[in-house]
């Protein structure tokens, strides 16, 4: 499995990707909502507010993780979002959204990233890391609809400090559909 940083010039397979597993996992209606997500946030995003990582195997994209810029108006610290990600059905179950994943947040913690966050699987986000954060210390930027899924993790290892908000976030994610 190779792990690379950047779209490469992928976009089109990236976007694919996102539809073609949210359409196996969740149905038409969900596949095409967040394939629309991924194309707004590669196309609106500003670069220096945007990572995206990716799995091939074989040459072939296996799977993609994409982060933004999280701001909270009270906090000098650098929260990062991570939301979406994808691993195509073939690979799944084999740990590379995992090992993705790892990937991606140790060049975040390089580069300088305080706090990474996430809504989704508490069972699957808690393999790498993530584990529950309440409203209070990492106000979301919209409502929760499933607020058991909003997860964080403190890059220095430690623990989440309470993040000053209000949040911001991308552009393409800040619709309460995603939420």
């Given at each position: 499995?190779?792990?690379?940083?950047?779209?490469?010039?992928?976009?089109?397979?990236?976007?694919?990707?996102?539809?073609?597993?949210?359409?196996?996992s969740?149905?038409?209606?969900?596949?095409?909502?967040?394939?629309?997500?991924?194309?707004?946030?590669?196309?609106?995003?500003?670069p220096?507010?945007?990572?995206?990582?990716?799995?091939?195997?074989?040459?072939?994209?296996?799977?993609?993780?994409?982060?933004?810029?999280?701001?909270?108006?009270?906090?000098?610290?650098?929260?990062?979002l991570?939301?979406?990600?994808?691993?195509g059905?073939?690979?799944?179950?084999?740990?590379?959204?995992?090992?993705?994943?790892?990937?991606?947040?140790?060049?975040?913690?390089?580069e300088?990233?305080?706090?990474?966050?996430?809504?989704?699987?508490?069972?699957?986000?808690?393999?790498?890391?993530?584990g529950?954060?309440?409203?209070?210390?990492?106000?979301?930027?919209?409502?929760?609809?499933?607020?058991?899924?909003?997860?964080?993790?403190?890059?220095?290892?430690?623990?989440?400090?309470?993040?000053?908000?209000?949040?911001?976030?991308?552009?393409?994610?800040?619709?309460?559909?995603?939420?």
């Amino acid at each position: 499995m190779d792990l690379a940083d950047g779209a490469g010039g992928r976009e089109r397979e990236i976007v694919d990707l996102f539809a073609t597993t949210f359409t196996a996992s969740e149905g038409a209606e969900e596949g095409a909502l967040i394939g629309r997500l991924v194309r707004d946030l590669l196309d609106r995003t500003p670069p220096d507010e945007l990572r995206v990582f990716t799995a091939s195997d074989e040459g072939a994209l296996a799977g993609a993780v994409i982060f933004t810029r999280l701001r909270y108006a009270g906090d000098a610290r650098r929260v990062v979002l991570l939301s979406p990600m994808a691993v195509g059905p073939g690979w799944q179950g084999r740990g590379t959204g995992q090992a993705l994943i790892r990937h991606a947040l140790d060049t975040l913690r390089a580069e300088g990233a305080d706090v990474a966050l996430t809504y989704g699987d508490p069972a699957f986000y808690g393999k790498v890391g993530f584990g529950p954060v309440t409203e209070a210390t990492a106000p979301p930027p919209q409502p929760l609809s499933q607020p058991e899924g909003w997860m964080g993790q403190a890059l220095d290892g430690g623990d989440i400090a309470p993040l000053t908000g209000p949040a911001t976030c991308a552009a393409a994610l800040d619709d309460a559909a995603y939420w």
